[in-house]
């Protein structure tokens, strides 16, 4: 199991999340952020810290949502693991769901912290 970031970090990536996370599986993709599912150790840290509520353990991903869930699977899949974020640093790629959501996606909340 694992923990899985979702809709609300796209174009936001706020990465408060990435201070907290002890293991370092929290990487930067182009339009959000994504958990390593092979690298993250369940402790939780990152969730109560996003502003955005975008992380949930993943049997708690709302159903709209749930498909998060595959996509950081892919993702990690194709784009391979790195043994740490911060020694990988940002990676200019989305996966292709992500990179196909409206550039609009957050919008309210973007404008409304900016």
Not at 18 to 30: H, N, Q, R
Request: glycine share 6%; net charge negative.
């Amino acid at each position: 199991m694992t923990y899985v970031i979702a809709e609300p970090c796209v174009d936001v990536k706020d990465k408060a999340c990435v201070d907290e996370c002890p293991v370092d599986c929290i990487y930067e993709g182009s339009r959000t952020l994504y958990i390593n599912p092979n690298e993250c150790v369940d402790c939780g840290a990152c969730e109560p810290v996003c502003p955005t509520e975008a992380i949930f353990y993943e049997d708690d991903l709302p159903d709209d949502w749930a498909w998060y869930k595959a996509v950081a699977d892919d993702y990690f899949a194709e784009v391979g693991d790195f043994g740490g974020a911060r020694g990988a640093g940002p990676i200019d790629h989305d996966h292709e769901l992500v990179a196909q959501l409206p550039s609009d996606v957050n919008a309210e909340y973007l404008a409304q912290n900016s």
